[in-house]
């Protein structure tokens, strides 16, 4: 199915070493894309998420850097570029959580948690689209969150920074639709990862609530994304622009149900 075929294109996925990026990238490998993924910290596990890309045959490389580091940031573009080549596709998706009350939260933790999910989007696409414009086409995928629609006590940065990438995604769309660069967002629901593993555990209420307030009735597997992932990457969404697609087994859909329903 051409429309959904990302056979020659190079994707770019942030934070992919595991959980959702990881998914992601799979998925868009299995459409055709050459896969490029980013990790912060440790050589060892992105080379691990490379080499399992690798030995399922998909054609996969990865880069170390910090996407809130600028000058980091500049220099893997130009590298990822000439090793790779072009980047046609980048999945924003590296983003941290802390769960603090707002009252307990120190300045350090709230300026962390903006800068990587909120400003290293900026930091990290303004290389990618300025070599996108001059090639006429290009893709950005922002991962957003339950948290760019609603609120949820002990996450107020987390919300705060995805409630302004829902934002920043439609300005991009807006500033750079011209060129033919689609910018959407792509915003998981609860899905089962290392991030949630601790509100996840058997018995803990919020697990429970979780699955309760969720129609679908479950907890989403990080596989569940793969399908919005091609179809904004691809050319069958060649019009779509500065939408949030919410990927989220229908829970923004409802208000949620008695006990006894
Ligand atoms: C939380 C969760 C969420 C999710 C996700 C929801 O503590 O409420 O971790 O923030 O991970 O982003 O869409
Ligand atoms: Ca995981």
Redesign the pocket.
């Known amino acids: 199915m051409s429309l959904f075929d990302l056979s020659g294109k190079v994707a770019l996925v942030t934070g992919a070493t595991h959980g959702l990026g990881l998914a992601m990238a799979e998925g868009l490998a299995a459409a055709g894309a050459t896969i490029v993924i980013n990790g912060r910290s440790s050589q060892d596990k992105l080379d691990n998420a490379v080499a399992n890309l690798r030995s399922l045959g998909y054609n996969a490389s990865g880069y170390l850097f910090d996407v809130t580091d600028e000058a980091e940031v500049d220099k893997a573009v130009n590298t990822i570029e000439s090793e790779v080549g072009p980047i046609d596709i980048l999945v924003n998706n590296a983003g941290l ?1 802390k ?1 603090i009350p707002m009252l307990e939260m120190s300045l350090t933790d709230w300026n962390e948690v903006i800068s990587t999910d909120l400003t290293g989007v900026f930091v990290m696409t303004k290389p990618v689209v300025r070599r996108m414009i001059d090639r006429g086409h290009g893709k950005v995928i922002n991962i957003c ?3 760019s629609e609603l609120g ?1 006590s002990t ?1 107020g940065a ?1 919300a705060a920074a ?1 409630g302004g990438l829902k934002m920043l995604t439609r300005n991009m769309a807006t500033e750079w639709a011209k060129h033919n660069i689609q910018v959407n967002g792509i ?4 899905f089962a990862t290392e ?2 593993a601790p ?1 996840r555990v058997d018995g803990h209420p919020f697990n429970n609530f979780i699955i309760e307030r969720t129609p679908a009735g479950r907890w989403g597997d990080p596989e569940d994304l793969q399908g919005a992932a091609v179809f904004l990457s691809a050319s069958a969404s060649d019009f779509v622009n500065g939408q949030i697609l919410y990927v989220d087994g229908g829970l923004l859909a409802t208000i949620g149900r008695p006990s006894n329903e």
């Open positions: 959580i769960r969150s339950m948290m949820r996450v987390y995805k915003g998981p629901g609860y991030q949630t509100i």
